[in-house]
């Protein structure tokens, strides 16, 4: 397994994050458009220079629902964990909020986050972690592809079982350079899901019939890990099982997958 010796490191000082909504200059007031570097489910990404300073930042444009009160809880729940982790090095850091409107009168949020001139896929390649072909810059959690079964179910509470979905998909995909569930919608997708893991049942997941969007599926049996994901050791496809539990409340945790014996190897005073 491989092991990653440095941490990526911005392009400039970064000072503790700052919140800004409502009157004052808009944001496009503070900061110029050079271009855009990535375009997301929920929003763009663009390189711009903060006109004050001339510092260049990542300035991430998101339009609110209009049918929305306030800043929606998944942009909350991002910034709230970005301040939380704002002090470590291995976390791209957020510099700044501003909320304010475009041209149209549409209610916008900016993060202003730190400029990294590089992303997850070119950092593996560069380090050779892994090979060239993975497809993923980021992990996003509700990019079809890795979307947990309960929110494709039409649930409505959920938790962070749904990020180690998500991490699981993404560690198969780093083994096989493929993504284990491509579909192309979301009915696609849970067919897809079921096709590899098995049909669930109220026996494997209780209460997984009452969900909003469970109907009658055609009866999977599972394959084995060991067939739709080769490469791995026994403790991987261990790891893997418990990231890709049906019932979200059986699937690992992210503090006890990084004390999984998978990553006994791992220095982990690097992270």
């Not at 900061?31 to 990542?58: Q, S």
Request: glycine fraction near 8%.
């Amino acid at each position: 397994m491989a092991t990653l010796q440095h941490p990526l490191k911005p392009t400039a000082a970064v000072s503790a994050p700052t919140t800004t909504t409502g009157g004052g200059l808009r944001a496009m007031d503070l900061y110029e458009k050079l271009e855009k570097v990535g375009e997301g489910t929920y929003g763009k990404v663009y390189k711009a220079r903060e006109k004050a300073t001339g510092r260049i930042v990542a300035l991430k444009k998101t339009r609110l629902p209009e049918d929305d009160e306030g800043v929606p809880p998944t942009a909350l729940r991002e910034v709230s964990l970005l301040r939380m982790l704002s002090q470590d090095p291995h976390v791209v850091r957020l510099i700044d909020l501003k909320q304010g409107q475009n041209k149209e009168g549409q209610t916008i949020l900016y993060l202003v986050f730190e400029y990294m001139d590089t992303d997850l896929k070119k950092f593996i390649r560069g380090h050779r972690a892994n090979h060239e072909k993975i497809p993923a810059h980021t992990v996003k959690i509700l990019t079809l592809w890795y979307r947990a079964p309960e929110v494709l179910l039409g649930a409505t509470h959920y938790s962070t079982p749904v990020d180690m979905w998500s991490v699981g998909c993404i560690f198969a995909e780093l083994i096989t350079y493929t993504a284990l569930f491509p579909g192309d919608s979301e009915v696609q997708q849970l067919l897809h899901i079921f096709k590899l893991l098995g049909t669930p049942n109220e026996q494997i997941w209780p209460g997984v019939s009452s969900l909003p969007n469970w109907h009658v599926y055609p009866q999977w049996k599972p394959s084995k890990l060991e067939t739709l994901v080769p490469g791995l050791d026994a403790d991987g496809y261990d790891l893997l099982e418990k990231m890709l539990q049906y019932e979200p409340g059986k699937r690992i945790s992210a503090k006890k997958a990084l004390e999984h014996p998978y990553f006994n190897d791992v220095n982990k005073e690097l992270y």
